[in-house]
């Protein structure tokens, strides 16, 4: 799963990271699973997208960001 994270231009190409998930199955309870990992470092951009919901021609508004 790509992770765009912006910031650093001067990462090496594979430097180590730690890669988990969390899992809340109860409330107060979490499971952590974890692990130290190289991963790829490659060019990339932040795609940001806007959708209209509920525009009328000629007045107002809302727009939706993904």
């Known amino acids: ?3 765009i994270v912006g ?3 001067d990462l090496p ?3 180590q990271a730690q890669v988990g998930v969390e899992i809340a199955p ?3 309870e979490i ?3 974890a692990r130290d990992q190289a991963v790829p470092v ?3 951009a ?3 997208g806007m959708a209209t919901d ?3 021609r000629g007045a107002t508004g809302k727009l939706k960001r993904g």
């Open 1 to 3: 799963m790509p992770v």
């Open 7 to 9: 910031g650093y231009a």
């Open 13 to 15: 190409g594979a430097p």
């Open 26 to 28: 109860f409330e107060g």
């Open 31 to 33: 499971v952590k699973i």
């Open 42 to 44: 490659s060019e990339g």
């Open 46 to 48: 932040l795609v940001v």
């Open 54 to 56: 509920e525009f009328i």
